[in-house]
Structure formats: C-alpha cells, structure tokens
C-alpha cells in the first residue's frame, strides 16, 4: 500500500510517499505541479521541487529527481556493459524516461539499443521535463519502442542480444511481470551465450526478501552467475539500493578496468573505485542471502 | 531550520524531520511516544515505531533507531581503529547513546574508552530504550564522564591519545563547537605521534560545503592526511553519511586487514571488503573536494 500526502508547510508544499511496508516516508518540497497524465498504465504526474529539480511521479510512487537521478542510472549502465566482454546489442525493458538509454549510448561500442517501454506517455513526459535524459534518443543506434516488454523477450530469436537492462517500477503494477521465471527464461534464451541481465533489485534494508526471491528465480532459470551491487539512491526507500547482474555463461571475473578508466564519457558517479566498491556485501546481506 | 511535523495516517502518527537545507523529509511511522526529557542542553525524546524499533529525536533531529543504528555506529569505530597500528586509549567526543562505545569495546587491544558527552540525559535515556547500545557500559576499560568535550580536548595532555572518535550531533547547538579549527588543534595535540581523529562528516549529497569546510580546517591545523568515507545511513538526510579520518602524522596506506579478517567479534555491516568500499569516491565528489 502506498499512500500519498501532500502538506502545507510555509510557502511550499510536499510530495510524500509513504512506503507502509518499512513505516517510513520521504518526501520533497515542492513549489508546484507541472503537468499530469493518466496514461492507459498509469498516472504520470510531473511536479517543480525547491531543491532536486523536476520531480516523476508514477502511480503516487517516485519514480526520479533531476538532482539525484544520476546515480540510479549510471548504475544500471556502466558496471553491465564494463562487465561484457563487447556489448553491441543492448535492450532496455522499461527505462521510458530515457536516462538509462543515455548512459548506454556514451559507450561506443554499442551498435543498437533497443528501449521498450509498455507506456509512451512516461517518454513524453520525460522529453519535456528531463530532456537532458532525452538528449539522445535521435541517436541512429536507438530505437524506441512503446509495447509489452515480456512479449518482446518471450518473441526475441534466442542468442540475439548482448545485453539486457531491466529497468522497471517495483514488482507491482505494470512492472509485476518482469520479476518472475517465466520472464527470467525469456531474457536467459534471449542472450547470447556471453550475455549479461541487469534489473534493479530494490532496498537491501528493507526489502530483502524481494532481493533473495529475484536471485533464486534466476538462478533456477539458469542464469550461471549473479552479483548484486549497491548504491546510494536519496529518492527511493531507505536511501539505499541494488541492481542484480546475471550471467548466461561463467562466472564473474572482474570486469574491463582500463577500458572503465579510459573511457571517453563523463560519468558524476560511476567511476573504476566505485564500480569495484558496489560489490562489497555487508555481513548482514551476506547471511541473509547465504553468500550466494 | 528544523521543522518538525506529527501527522495522522490511519493508525499510525508520523515523526517527520524536515530537512529545509535540501527541500527534503524523512518520517517513521510511530506508535507512541515513550519518554522526554528536557536537560539543561536539549530536548530529548523517545518514540516507538511501528517497523524501526525506537527512535531518539534531539531538538526535532532524529538521533537513532534500533534498527539502522548499526551502520553509523560501525562505520565510526571500526575503521579508524583498524588504521591504527595499536589503539590503546581511544576518547569519544560525544556519543551518549554509547553505541560506538560498545563497539570500540569489541576491541580487545583497546584499553580505555573515555567517553565525555555533554548531556548525561543522552546516556540515560539509552540505557532505558535502547539497552543492547548500552551493554558494555560497565566494562572496566570504559569511563564515562558528563562534561564539555570541547574543553575536555582543550586540557588534555599532549600525546596522549590514540584514537578520537567525535560522534556529535550537527554543527548547530551543543555540537557546534566541534567543527571548528580550534578544536581541531586541540585534538591533533592531544592526539600521539600516530594517532588518527575520526569525526562524523554530514551527507556527501547535500552537505558537501560543509564537508568541504571541515577537511579544509582539519588541514589547515597540521594534520598530514585526510580520509572520507561513505555509508548509508537511512535516518539521516538523503540516507547517505560520511565520517572523516584525520591523521596526526603520515598517510593513509590501507588498514590492518588480517586483524579486521579474524576480528573474534560480530558486525552486521562492517567487513574488510566494505572498509576497503567506503574509501571510494564518485566522481562528483572527487571533483568538489579536489580529489585531496
């Protein structure tokens, strides 16, 4: 359940999301609502902040500031692709507000990304209100898609792609479906045989069992080997978030380090140290999850 | 500005802190109200929540949970007396709750802990709700005493200390004192040849100048080499905390990693590998601090 407050508060408001599962709340200042859609999926609001820029809200839920959302996406693109022997086919399932399709395309390697978003309003929004996440979408290699993205990988032709970036909303609503082995299976057949799935993995605070339930389900698909990594995230619950790499074939041994360090692209958080620091477990993560 | 909101949602009352600095909130979810007391320095209260355990708030700033207290706690202690060749006499500035205290404690190579905090209603209100903080208070190695920590470093004999661990509340009230140049001298005097002060160092997110302002005056009084470390930490603003290591003399040249591999006690956050993590810095801190 969430639920949703708006407070008077001197001369701004607020957008607070309470997220009854942990008994906590965040909220952001705002100063006023910019626009708002009720989409087929979902409703889409988009509000002005005091101090983070635009703010996305989904479905009473947050989905991303212009001030922090850089750490989320940058981990969802940097440490996958680094960790690819060569990504040239990237698919993006969800990721409408175009910031993990950015990053993606700062790699030059990358030949196609393809983004499937199941609602076109999120992009629309976003090319208004986050168009510096939008910068590239008229870049050749991308093509944006509006359409079921379980359909797409269930019909994707096995061993087509590199890799695949799933980044979605939490696993209810539009995004329940991308949680589970049905779509696990999809991706594994997806994937060439050096391929590599990234998802967002949610708190590893408070949202554990989530975390444990998403590595056993692809890990009984197949997936041969996971490493999950943490980074700050301010606008999500608890503050503190994971993204969960798996691998079709072998293990993971490290990651491109040099071509990392020499890389033609600014990144505001990603960086060599902080790729390698991402994977270091606190014990408690270690017990909960068996080392696994 | 601290504003401080109580609001009902079904059940539930809210303890809301308002972070007006960065047009942000954060709030638990709270059942009752336990205790309060105002002491000569501040207004302490206790509250109960519905999935955080208790909950100390200090002049409407949230202090700690039972929870995720463990983070902050660990993160100020274990790595700043692992840097250390052989802390033997470590002081903590602060620290009421004694929770860093019970983890110096776990030390077995430390033999005395002062602790001097201002505000002896700190100490007894932990001992009351948050008694597993509380545990090792009665340890031999410990002194507890009730008293300006400011002053307290002024007096202290030159060279005598190993380690000073300053666990403070925010620059502003009591804590104010303990971010300035003249205690930062007094510290360095105080401390041996190769001891290290450690200070909680405010969020990298939304408190960079201060942060900034803070190693610039750890500087600019003698000491030879600076260290920033990041954690989360959910119930502090933007969840994401630093603490600074300052050494007396020398430089930072890694830790003792064997001792803190087979270290004869439990951490539910600290390890070696998450030591050696929170040293990473993301590139747009790297770029505020002038990589120093």
């Keep these: 359940m969430v639920l949703r407050v708006l407070l008077m508060s001197g001369d701004n408001k607020w957008f607070t999301e309470i997220f009854a599962a942990s008994g906590s709340a965040f909220g952001l200042a705002i100063t006023k609502k910019l626009d708002e859609v009720k989409s087929p999926f979902q409703h889409i609001e988009m509000f002005e902040t005091t101090h983070f820029g635009n703010l996305m809200v ?3 839920v947050i989905m991303l500031s212009s ?5 989320y996406h940058e981990m969802l693109s940097h440490p996958v692709l680094f960790s690819h022997d060569k990504p040239k086919n990237v698919v993006i399932i969800g990721g409408g507000d175009c910031g993990t399709l950015r990053e993606v395309l700062k ?5 196609t990304v393809t983004q ?6 999120v992009t629309r929004m976003s090319e208004k209100y986050f168009p510096e996440l939008c910068a590239s979408n008229n870049d050749p290699r991308a093509t944006l898609k509006f359409d079921d993205g379980i359909k797409y990988m269930r019909e994707a032709a096995a061993e087509s792609i590199d890799v695949i970036i799933v980044d979605s909303t939490d696993p209810i609503g539009p995004g ?25 993995s ?14 056993d389900a692809m890990t009984d698909v197949g997936f041969s080997a996971l490493q999950t990594l943490l980074f700050p995230q301010m606008v999500y619950p608890s503050g503190w978030w994971t993204c969960t790499l798996a691998r079709k074939e072998g293990q993971f ?27 270091a477990w606190p014990n408690f993560m270690k017990k909960a999850l068996n080392s696994k």
């Design 58 to 60: 989904i479905d009473d």
């Design 67 to 71: 001030r922090d959302n850089f750490l």
């Design 253 to 279: 041994t490290g990651f491109r380090e040099s071509d990392a360090e020499q890389a033609n692209f600014n990144t505001e958080y990603y960086n060599v140290e902080v790729h390698k620091a991402a994977s």
């Design 176 to 200: 329940e479906g991308l949680f589970n082995r049905a779509f696990y299976d999809s991706c594994r057949k997806a994937l060439k045989p050096n391929g590599i799935l990234v998802q967002q």
């Design 107 to 111: 790699h030059t390697d990358v030949e």
């Design 202 to 215: 949610e708190s590893p605070l408070i949202h554990m069992p989530l975390l444990k339930d998403m590595r």
């Design 116 to 121: 499937i978003d199941i609602d076109e309003q």
